[in-house]
């Protein structure tokens, strides 16, 4: 009687002693796995081209370390305030190189307009550019020159005058244009210089009218002058009273 008992007892503390073992292994397994989990940055909906990331685009997702990518975003913070540079879809993980930094940015001129500004190229000649002491970042002045006619007088009258005021300078460069004649291209290029403005809509309408209908010269703004003046104009018959 007392060996059956013994054998019963024996029987329950290794029944006990198995599944207090696979217990402990299969904790053991779960602390793994996490330790093997890690969280990266992922798009919380879709996400456009060219678009700035905010904190609600983006969300954090934990897949295992077998699947991590070098260049998968680990930290939210380091994708808010960069632009995407395609498209991104829902749950997609954010890459590093699908992002662009605003303030590295050197191959895509649109993203160095502000927000509610738009970028013309108008060309330029020596003295218009000031002898090329125009920079990129510079801040001018644009003055006007056109015809415009005097019913009192009889005769047409030129007048300028300063229509534009602290734009900032986004580019000044040179492009050559090769010259063709009879559907052949010629050796020698014709220069082009242009200059490149950040200005509002309603500027870029101004500027474009007054390129085409008269001349255009720029003034160079002292750095940090913000003082606006307001100007009558001066016109040709003004000139010789």
């Known amino acids: 009687m007392n060996q059956k008992i013994l054998f019963i007892i024996s029987l329950i503390l290794a029944s006990i002693t198995t599944i207090l073992f696979y217990l402990y ?7 793994e796995a996490q330790l093997q989990n890690v969280n990266i940055v992922v798009a919380a909906r879709e996400i456009p081209p060219k678009t700035l990331i905010t904190q609600e685009m983006v969300t954090m997702k934990e897949i295992n370390r ?27 993980p954010i890459m590093s190189s699908r992002l662009i930094d605003p303030n590295e940015v050197t191959d895509h001129f649109a993203y160095t307009i502000s927000e509610g500004y738009r ?16 920079q990129p970042g510079d801040r001018v002045d644009v003055v006007g020159t056109y015809v415009i006619s005097n019913p009192k007088e009889g005769e047409p009258s030129a007048k300028s005058k300063i229509f534009i005021q602290d734009v900032q300078v986004l580019s000044v460069g040179t492009t050559f244009f090769p010259v063709e004649e009879g559907g ?58």
């Open 25 to 31: 292994m299969d904790g053991e397994k779960k602390k």
């Open 66 to 92: 077998t699947f991590l990518h070098p260049k998968m975003m680990r930290n939210i913070q380091d994708v808010v305030g960069k632009y995407a540079r395609t498209a991104i879809i829902q749950d997609e």
């Open 119 to 134: 970028a013309i190229t108008l060309s330029y000649n020596p003295v218009m550019g000031l002898a090329g002491l125009v």
């Open 184 to 241: 052949e291209r010629k050796q020698e290029e014709v220069k082009l210089e242009t200059i490149t403005l950040e200005v509002k809509p309603v500027e870029a309408e101004i500027l474009t009218l007054a390129e085409e209908q008269g001349s255009i010269r720029l003034l160079l703004r002292p750095v940090n002058s913000q003082e606006r003046v307001n100007t009558n104009g001066v016109t040709s018959l003004e000139l010789l009273k």
